[in-house]
């Protein structure tokens, strides 16, 4: 896969990421287990957030182009993993708080707690 420019990947629609997806599971060689793992996290995203899924989605792909510039596949698979699963807490939000784009002390506090 040939490097794609931010201002591109942006514009990208979900099937079209989901696309450059696929084609970064078979250029790393990820087996079907570990695919079908991710797929039903960012389908899970996707079902509560279509907008967090796609942020997802298109870091996974920042990741994996900046880690195949400067590094060996098993850091670029781990750079890649960590894009896609790195809001996937998001899915225990409320929609309208991922919505809001005026934040107060209290709502940063809820986007930045984590029961774990």
Same mark, same amino acid.
């Given at each position: ?5 931010? =201002?591109?990947?942006?514009? $990208? %629609?979900?099937?079209? &990421?989901?696309?450059?997806?696929? #084609?970064?599971?078979?250029?790393? +060689? ?21 907008? =967090?899924?796609?942020?997802? $989605? %298109?870091?996974?792909? &920042?990741?994996?182009?900046?880690? #195949?510039?400067?590094?060996?596949? +098993? ?42």
């Amino acid at each position: 896969m040939d490097i794609i420019p931010y =201002s591109e990947i942006i514009e $990208l %629609r979900l099937d079209q &990421l989901n696309k450059l997806i696929e #084609k970064i599971f078979e250029e790393l +060689n990820i087996n079907e287990k570990e695919r079908d793992f991710f797929k039903k996290n960012m389908t899970s995203l996707a079902f509560h957030h279509v907008p =967090s899924c796609k942020h997802s $989605l %298109r870091v996974a792909i &920042l990741a994996y182009q900046v880690g #195949k510039l400067l590094y060996h596949q +098993n850091n670029v698979k781990a750079l890649f993993y960590s894009g896609l699963l790195h809001d996937i807490g998001k899915t225990e939000m409320s929609v309208e708080l991922l919505d809001k784009t005026d934040f107060n002390e209290r709502d940063m506090n809820k986007m930045t707690y984590s029961p774990t």
